[in-house]
């Protein structure tokens, strides 16, 4: 088992400091004479039998002390058979030698060039300082003989292994059960990488042999025993082929193969009759209108539901309530500004000014939805309205996300906008900001009416206002 020094005495039962007492899990040396024994035979080498009295010793009397032989515990592996904790914990050249002898040797070498006296690894050299990691090299010889070249247990590439986890937790931001974090997240990185041709190295295999989506649902037991020789691998992959046939009859839309080079695409009904009437607004040089209707239709297939009639109909129900919440409380002059007269107000122009003043009740930061005129401030998807101050008369909106336009100045409403801010952020699988999370979150849920299958727990703020406002 390859582990540095703290972690092979803990796992192996060996006490855990290493300045006072037996401080060597290769053999009996004390610290107190680690300058006076620099040769293998000057020590006692631990034994398997040695091993076992020590443990017996410590059990049946109370009065020894831990220190006495340098053993706290068992080690919980010696259930297993053929197993022997003298044997199988092999010294680690990195911590020893690398961040423990090398360091130490290269100080004390420049210290004694500056007095030029001829520099050799005995006390003189290191009278205070002869520490538990240079006595570990008089054990190498007899430890090479019985492990091998210990370049190959030593923990280098563990420790490297260490810096993904370090920035994975600093990524997530997650410091909760942060265990199963790291463990979930690193399974699936390995079941993405081992399900990956060019990790599994399959360079040899022709375009023929190679399984598609078709011929993957077209397969047999018989040729599924062929592909896998363990019948438990046979029932686990018959098993997951079943869901994969069952949810291709219930969900045609994802069963389907992402569309073949013969296939027409399928405009949505609005498309097709503006491309029938030869609607000028699409000979645009950016097809800005056309990409927010092909991106809304997107989102009907998938979700199955039509995303402008939700919004519409939670609209009429919410609308109102939503003006008069900002009208009633601190955005009064957000409102004014917004919405002037009441007796200018339309049904549209209040479902567009209530999307608007939506952030202001959540008291969230209105610049992660929509800028007026300007860039938008964060990465993620922003809407832009353009040619006006009031975005309710803005001429043309245009959807922005990390610099780029994904909607370039169409000619769609504040709800259209919406729209298509939410299906830029499912189709590019974007999380939510934290300025503007319950405002995102409660225009899913209770607007759009979307469900995602990795939606959580609701929100309070976005729950107390929902019922609020109904």
């Not at 053993?71 to 990195?94: G, H, I, Q």
């Not at 993957?216 to 592909?227: A, K, P, S």
Request: hydrophobic share 40%; aromatic share 10%; with cysteine.
């Amino acid at each position: 088992m390859d582990a540095d020094n703290l972690s092979a005495h803990s796992l192996a039962g060996f006490t855990c400091c290493f300045n006072s007492g037996r401080i060597c899990r290769f053999c009996m040396i004390s610290y107190k004479d680690l300058r006076s024994h620099v040769k293998e035979d000057d020590v006692i080498i631990r034994s398997s039998q040695v091993h076992q009295y020590h443990l017996q010793a410590l059990r049946e009397s109370a009065g020894i002390s831990k220190q006495t032989y340098g053993v706290v515990s068992e080690c919980p592996f010696t259930e297993l058979n053929y197993f022997d904790v003298t044997k199988t914990f092999p010294p680690d050249l990195m911590h020893n030698l690398l961040e423990g002898v090398v360091p130490l040797v290269i100080t004390r070498v420049i210290q004694a060039l500056h007095f030029l006296h001829i520099v050799s690894l005995s006390q003189s050299v290191f009278p205070k300082t002869f520490t538990p990691k240079l006595h570990y090299l008089i054990n190498y010889p007899q430890l090479i003989l019985k492990f091998g070249p210990l370049k190959q247990l030593w923990c280098m590439r563990f420790e490297g292994k260490h810096q993904y986890f370090k920035r994975l937790a600093h990524n997530t931001c997650n410091f909760k059960n942060l265990s199963y974090t790291l463990a979930k997240r690193h399974q699936l990185r390995q079941c993405w990488e081992l399900t990956s041709l060019n990790s599994l190295h399959q360079n040899n295999y022709t375009e023929e042999q190679q399984i598609d989506g078709e011929t993957l649902l077209g397969l047999t037991e018989r040729m599924v025993e062929r592909l896998f020789p363990v019948m438990k691998h046979q029932v686990t992959f018959m098993k997951e082929l079943n869901k994969l046939k069952k949810q291709e009859q219930c969900d045609p839309f994802i069963a389907q193969p992402w569309p073949a080079v013969y296939n027409l695409p399928v405009f949505p009904p609005e498309l097709q009759a503006a491309l029938q009437r030869k609607d000028p607004g699409f000979k645009k040089k950016d097809k800005s209108h056309i990409r927010a209707l092909l991106m809304l239709h997107e989102m009907t297939m998938r979700f199955g539901t039509d995303l402008a009639k939700n919004m519409e109909t939670s609209l009429n129900e919410m609308a109102l309530n939503i003006i008069r919440s900002a009208k009633e409380g601190s955005q009064r002059k957000l409102y004014a500004n917004l919405i002037g007269p009441e007796e200018e107000t339309t049904e549209g122009l209040v479902r567009n000014a209530a999307l608007i003043l939506l952030p202001a009740l959540f008291k969230e930061n209105v610049s992660f939805l929509y800028s007026v005129n300007s860039e938008p401030k964060g990465p993620t998807p922003t809407i832009v309205f353009n040619g006006s101050p009031d975005p309710l008369k803005a001429e043309s909106v245009s959807i922005i996300m990390d610099k780029v336009n994904i909607i370039r100045e169409a000619d769609i409403n504040m709800k259209q906008a919406v729209e298509c801010l939410f299906a830029v952020y499912f189709l590019f699988n974007v999380q939510y900001p934290v300025a503007i999370k319950n405002t995102m979150t409660f225009i899913q849920k209770y607007l759009l009416k979307l469900k995602s299958r990795h939606d959580t727990r609701t929100p309070t703020p976005v729950l107390k206002m929902y019922n609020q406002l109904v």
